[in-house]
């Protein structure tokens, strides 16, 4: 039987950087010594089941490399070491590391095996060192004088059913030394009785080495308390002291050769599937699939709304089978019921996408910690609604744009401790991580009480970079604005976090990918604070209904600035072509609608149609439409899945009567109209016959 | 399905030719004169024809995208797609949905066709591999060619024929053979 051991390596993945993640925050919790004796053992254990885990699913880099975190771990665990700061920041380097691993993992890329070697080296220095003078004293007696160790290992029944692998875990002694093993099958029954899910076997091992207690006790410490186990050092080998290895091992091997080789036969066939699972992974890289954590509480209303909706189904469907017009009312609010059953059902169905923003909030600690110590700033992180939720997708996607949003805060913002006190200002600067729903969308607030925005300084930047003319009289905001213009900083200095100007209007133009904007307020030499605004999901979208031609087309709300009713007045053509409409003090160039998209219309003169002011990616353009219908929310249905990806169409959605419209992309179309390569409309061969 | 159902009234000459054989099973229609085939554990569905809704700057032969119970399918014309010419939709046009199976994703995809025909058993080896036209007309779409009774029917190789990514090349190809 071959396992997919495919599935359980996602999942482990997945599960190691959970643990990772509890790795880090108690370790954090530790260094501000807020932390109790059990994050400490909360930290071991998760970096046992990472390593165990790790061994088992054919990731040996990422066991070896835990396996060194671990003992370290252990040994403070024990006591045996105190953790201080640099420990903490050494480890919370490993979890990078591992963090690495898992991804590199996943994605079947290499390892980076160098930074790997060099924090592992680290890590056996430190394990070195001060264990010299606080752990030797336990160690000695139990580890140096023994050459060899007798193993007695009889598991429960049932231990294979919580899955545990004997073999692997034979195989892991043989890498501490030579192993000779003796099965007992004495309680082995017999062929008709025996359950395959079940050991029967005991195993009297022999391992001779120079391998210590602790090292047997790793890899049996998952069968605590499942098996009968015994480890006794070998003794004879041990009083006769200087008697070289070699004189006991042809003896056992001469002793138990017979029992041996039946094990070797059964290791044999099941390591192969392991051996071959790594190679295996490699070859399918990109295929990872995603999956999502849902709240019990969220299925069950689930369930719930559905009992609901089956109910009101049976009563409409009751109420049709002896329909007259004396029971319309009853029929209206059956329909009633209906409808608010469906909207609590897709809320719900949305609602399981949804995850809080924690999950997002959780780096930044971390992250602040470390750049504390980098830079000799002190700040506290204040983080509110953290329950706050938002879809998986938009989360995915958010993070980094926050990331950069607060290293911002923090090296361009917070001052440093001695210019605060000398402003006026307490020694630790806060920055403040505040999300909350608002409408259709969460907003989430960056503020830090730093040293503000000065706007001079980013007006004269502005000017020096030349995005903005000298004399230009601005306000504000526009000036503030100036700060997510591409190549634009004002650092001083460019270091190695921020500064270096690539990042805030990749920022702007992420959270726009995602239909959302972002703002700033500041007040200089007290506040700077970053709004965004999300929508919550990326799967409904509030639109604006337009009709052109036959077609209705749907243009997302959050790209149209205005609508218009034409003044020939305001239309000018540059050489008879280039139409432009003059808004208040801007030229926009008007884009027929019905060239781009190959329509045909009735509609040809600017004079009967209406102007729809949209903005993509930084540009404007005038639409010309026939109509405007109405604004609906609208579930979004991707072309992609069963076609692909259409120039100035972003996706489509079923209207109320069951036909498609399309969702418009405003960048893309309005690149599309500049490329100038579009159809004439179509002939139309429609449905003459049917119709007839 | 009506409109399956109305064909099968009005153009089908012997029901359950060979229903009772094994091998495979296809679904053939009826295209400007010729039987073609696709095999049948591909088809998803049958129905009429019914409003698009056309999507922008696609090859012409994309007729457009409809909504079958809440995916957005395209529709393809197989006329167009040859570089037939094309013809009025009349009461006996149907839209055959079928299973596309590309690189690594399956896709659903509607082909509007004059008609269907009837349902054939095929055994794999009577089906002949198609002759080599050279680059006078590009038939690398054609699985083979099985002759039931006295016809000749055209198999298709559907994944080939529709992969998306093709629709766009073959659309050039077909420009060039009108010049």
Redesign the interface.
């Known amino acids: 039987m071959t396992i997919d051991m495919e599935q359980f390596k996602s999942t482990y993945i997945e599960e190691s950087h959970e643990g990772l993640e509890v790795m880090e925050s108690k370790l954090l919790e530790l260094d501000s010594g807020t932390a109790d004796k059990e994050a400490i053992n909360s930290i071991f254990r998760a970096a046992h089941s990472i390593k165990g885990g790790g061994a088992t699913f054919g990731f040996a880099d990422i066991s070896d490399f835990t396996h060194v975190v671990e003992t370290l771990l252990d040994e403070i665990r024990n006591g045996k070491r105190d953790i201080n700061h640099e420990a903490i920041v050494l480890f919370l380097t490993s979890v990078d590391v591992i963090r690495d691993m898992l991804t590199a993992s996943q994605q079947g890329i290499e390892i980076d095996q160098a930074r790997a070697s060099e924090v592992k080296q680290q890590l056996e220095k430190m394990l070195d060192t001060p264990s010299d003078d606080t752990a030797t004293a336990a160690e000695p007696e139990d580890n140096c004088s023994t050459s060899g160790w007798k193993i007695h290992f009889v598991p429960f029944p049932e231990m294979l059913a919580r899955g545990n692998d004997v073999v692997r875990m034979l195989r892991e002694l043989e890498d501490l030394g030579t192993l000779d093993v003796k099965a007992d099958v004495a309680k082995l029954p017999a062929l008709e009785d025996l359950n395959p899910e079940e050991c029967h076997i005991g195993w009297d091992i022999i391992l001779s080495g120079t391998a210590t207690r602790d090292q047997i006790n790793e890899i049996f410490v998952w069968v605590e308390g499942d098996c009968e186990l015994t480890i006794t050092p070998l003794l004879d080998t041990n009083q006769s002291g200087s008697v070289p290895d070699h004189d006991a091992k042809p003896e056992n091997k001469a002793d138990n050769a017979a029992d041996v080789t039946p094990i070797k036969q059964v290791l044999q066939p099941k390591q192969t599937p392991l051996n071959a699972s790594p190679a295996a992974e490699r070859r399918v890289p990109g295929t990872e699939s995603s999956s999502i954590r849902v709240d019990i509480e969220k299925i069950d209303a689930l369930i719930n709304m559905v009992g609901e909706l089956v109910i009101t189904q049976s009563m409409l469907s009751q109420l049709g089978e002896d329909f007259d017009m004396s029971r319309c009312e009853k029929l209206l609010h059956g329909l009633g019921q209906l409808e608010r059953n469906t909207r609590e059902l897709q809320e719900s169905v949305m609602r399981i996408r949804m995850i809080p923003i924690s999950f997002a909030f959780n780096r930044f600690p971390r992250m602040i910690h470390d750049m504390c110590g980098k830079f000799g700033k002190k700040i506290e992180l204040k983080l509110t609604g953290e329950s706050t939720e938002l879809d998986k997708t938009v989360m995915e996607k958010i993070g980094d744009p926050l990331v950069h949003l607060v290293r911002n805060s923090l090296d361009h913002g917070i001052e440093l401790p001695d210019l605060r006190v000398a402003a006026g200002k307490p020694e630790f600067g806060t920055v403040h991580l505040n999300a909350y729903h608002q409408g259709g969308n969460i907003v989430i607030e960056i503020t830090d009480d730093g040293a503000g925005l000065n706007k001079d300084k980013i007006f004269a930047k502005a000017v020096e970079k030349g995005l903005v003319e000298s004399g230009a009289v601005l306000q504000d905001e526009k000036i503030y604005e100036l700060l997510f213009q591409p190549g634009f900083s004002t650092a001083e200095q460019v270091t190695d976090i921020s500064g270096r100007g690539v990042g805030m209007d990749v920022v702007k133009k992420n959270i726009q990918a995602l239909g959302g904007s972002v703002e700033v307020a500041t007040e200089l030499g007290s506040w700077t604070k970053f709004n965004i605004r999300l929508p919550l999901t990326l799967a409904i979208l509030d639109g604006q209904l337009i009709c052109v031609g036959k ?1 209705t087309y749907i243009i997302p709300l959050i790209s149209i600035i205005e609508s218009l009713q034409i003044d020939q007045k305001s239309v000018s053509a540059i050489a008879g072509k280039a139409e432009l409409y003059k808004l208040r003090d801007e030229y926009i160039p008007i884009i027929r609608f019905h060239h ?4 045909h219309t009735d509609t040809l003169s600017l004079d009967d149609g209406l102007l729809v002011v949209v903005e993509g990616n930084g540009s404007k353009a005038a639409l010309l439409v026939d109509d405007l219908l109405g604004q609906q929310q609208v579930v979004i ?3 992609e ?4 990806k ?4 972003s996706g ?1 959605t ?1 209207l109320g009567d ?5 969702i418009l992309d405003v960048a893309g179309l309005i690149r ?1 109209a500049q490329n100038g ?3 004439q409309p ?2 139309i ?6 119709a ?1 | 399905m009506e409109a399956a159902q109305q064909i099968d009234g009005t153009n089908t000459t012997d029901m359950g030719i060979g229903v009772e054989n094994d091998g495979d099973q296809l679904l053939t229609f009826i295209l400007a004169g010729e039987e073609y085939g696709v095999d049948i554990l591909r088809v998803q569905e049958i129905k009429g024809w019914d409003t698009v809704t056309p999507i922008p700057n696609t090859p012409e032969h994309l007729r457009g995208v409809i909504n079958l119970r809440g995916t957005i399918v395209p529709i393809i014309d197989l006329r167009l797609r040859f570089g037939l010419e094309s013809t009025p939709y009349g009461p006996t046009t149907v839209v055959i949905v079928l299973k596309v199976i590309g690189d690594h994703i399956s896709r659903i995809m509607g082909i509007v066709v004059d008609g269907v025909s009837d349902v054939y058993n095929v055994q794999e080896d009577a089906m002949k591999p198609p002759p080599d036209f050279g680059n006078v007309v590009a038939i690398d779409f054609v699985k083979g060619l099985a002759t039931v009774g006295e016809n000749m029917v055209i198999v298709l190789d559907i994944d080939h024929l529709l992969n998306s990514n093709d629709l766009v090349q073959v659309d050039y190809e077909s420009k060039l053979r009108d010049e």
């Open positions: 077609e781009v998209f190959g329509v249905k991707s072309l899945t069963n076609f692909k259409v120039d100035g169409v489509a079923i069951g036909t498609v419209a399309l599309v390569k579009f159809q179509r002939n061969i429609e449905n003459d016959g049917v007839a």
